[in-house]
C-alpha cells in the first residue's frame, strides 16, 4: 500500500535537462525550505548560502520550497520579502518555488495511505495528556476508536523497520556534524502528522515534498539536527532513498539566544548583499580574502563557488555578535 503512495507520488518541480551554464545537472538536488514567519536574517542567509553552495559546486539544482503551513505563525509580505531578499544576494534558485499552502492535497494523500496501512491512527490526548506522559507520547491510543466526535490529531507509529532503520536507533553520518545516533522512542514517541486544528504537521509535510521534490541532500541550520531521525525514519517507512542531511551551525546573538524570526532578529539588508554574503562566508569558516566583501554578490559567489569546503564548516554552535 505504501509502495503504491510512493507510486503515487507526483514529482514536481521538475529538473531542467541544463542548468543555465549549458552543463548537465549532477544528480545533486539540494534545497532552501523557509518558513515565511519574517524576513531573512543572517541564521537564516547561512543556511540558505551553505545549501546553495554545497548544490552548486557539487553539480546540482537548488530548490526554495516556501514551508507555509502555518498560518497563525506566518507575517504577511515575509514569503515574498524572503524571495526578494535571496534573489538580492544572488541566490537563484532552479524551477519554481513550492508553496507548500498549495500542496495539501499529496498531504492528505500520505495520510489516507499511512491510516489504510495501519501505520497511522487517531489520538484523542490533549496537550496536558502529554505533558502528564513527561512530553513523550507512550502510543495510548494505538489500538482504541476514538468516538468520531472527538477532534482528534493523527500520529505515526514508530516501529522497527526489517533491515533499515529501527525505531530504537537511528545511525547516520551527517555531511558536518559526523556520525549521530538518536533514540527515536526515548525522543518524542509517536509523531503528530496532523494536529488537533486540522494542519498537517512540519514533519509529514516536510518528508513528503522532500520526496516529491527529488531531494537528495539537505544542508540546514543545526536546530533541526535533533529532528533528522524521525525525518529518516519517515523516508524509510515510506520506501524512498534516503537523502544525505548537513546541519551547519547556528548563529547566536551576543546573549547566547539563537538568532530567530521568534526573537526579532534583524532582517538583512540587501543594499550590503555582498558584505552580508562575505559575513556569512566567514561564519560557515570559508576564510574569504577582506576585499570580497566590497565586491559585487556574484564576485562574491564565485569565488565561494570555487573555494567552497564543506569541511572547513565549524562545529555545532557558533557565536555570532549582531552588529
Ligand atoms: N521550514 C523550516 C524552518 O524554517 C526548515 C525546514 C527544513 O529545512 O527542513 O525552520
Redesign the pocket.
Known amino acids: 500500500m505504501l509502495a503504491s503512495f510512493i507510486m503515487s507520488v507526483t514529482p514536481i518541480a521538475l529538473t531542467p535537462a541544463r542548468l543555465p551554464d549549458g552543463s548537465t545537472p549532477s544528480g545533486y538536488i539540494g534545497r532552501?525550505?523557509?518558513?515565511p514567519t519574517g524576513p531573512l536574517h543572517f541564521g537564516?542567509l547561512v543556511?540558505a548560502l551553505a545549501s546553495y553552495l554545497d548544490a552548486k559546486a557539487n553539480g546540482g539544482l537548488w530548490r526554495v520550497r516556501m514551508?507555509d503551513l502555518d498560518p497563525p505563525r506566518e507575517q504577511a509580505g515575509a514569503a515574498s520579502a524572503i524571495l526578494q531578499s535571496l534573489e538580492d544576494h544572488g541566490l537563484q534558485w532552479d524551477g519554481d518555488v513550492i508553496y507548500q499552502s498549495q500542496r495539501s492535497h499529496a498531504y492528505q494523500a500520505c495520510l489516507d495511505a499511512l491510516l489504510d496501512a495501519g501505520l497511522a491512527y487517531h489520538c484523542s490526548c490533549s496537550r496536558q495528556d502529554l505533558t502528564a506522559m513527561g512530553g513523550i507520547y507512550d502510543g495510548r491510543c494505538r489500538n482504541h476508536q476514538p468516538n468520531p466526535e472527538q477532534i482528534c490529531s493523527v500520529r505515526l507509529k514508530l516501529y522497527d523497520l526489517p533491515d533499515r532503520v529501527t525505531a530504537e536507533q537511528i545511525q547516520f553520518d551527517d555531511l558536518i556534524q559526523g556520525r549521530q545516533t538518536q533514540h527515536l522512542r526515548n525522543q518524542a514517541g509517536d509523531q503528530i502528522l496532523q494536529r488537533r486544528d486540522g494542519f498537517y504537521a512540519?514533519q509529514l509535510a516536510?518528508v513528503v515534498d522532500d520526496i516529491a521534490q527529488g531531494i537528495t541532500h539537505?544542508i540546514?541550520?543545526s536546530?533541526?539536527l535533533e529532528v533528522t531521525g524521525r525525518q529518516l525514519f519517515f523516508f524509510a517507512l515510506l520506501g524512498a532513498p534516503l537523502p544525505q542531511f548537513g546541519h551547519v551551525p547556528l548563529a547566536m546573538q551576543a546573549n547566547g539566544q539563537k538568532l530567530s524570526k521568534q526573537n526579532h532578529a534583524k532582517a538583512i539588508e540587501s543594499q550590503h548583499a555582498s558584505r552580508n554574503l562575505w559575513r556569512g562566508l566567514a561564519f560557515l569558516g570559508q576564510n574569504p580574502p577582506s576585499d570580497l566583501a566590497d565586491a559585487s554578490t556574484s564576485e562574491c559567489l564565485d569565488w565561494a563557488l570555487h573555494h567552497w569546503q564543506r569541511s572547513a564548516i565549524h562545529g555545532l554552535s557558533h557565536l555570532h555578535q549582531e552588529e
Open positions: 532552501f525550505a523557509p518558513s537564516s543556511s514551508e512540519y516536510v539537505i540546514r541550520g536546530d533541526l
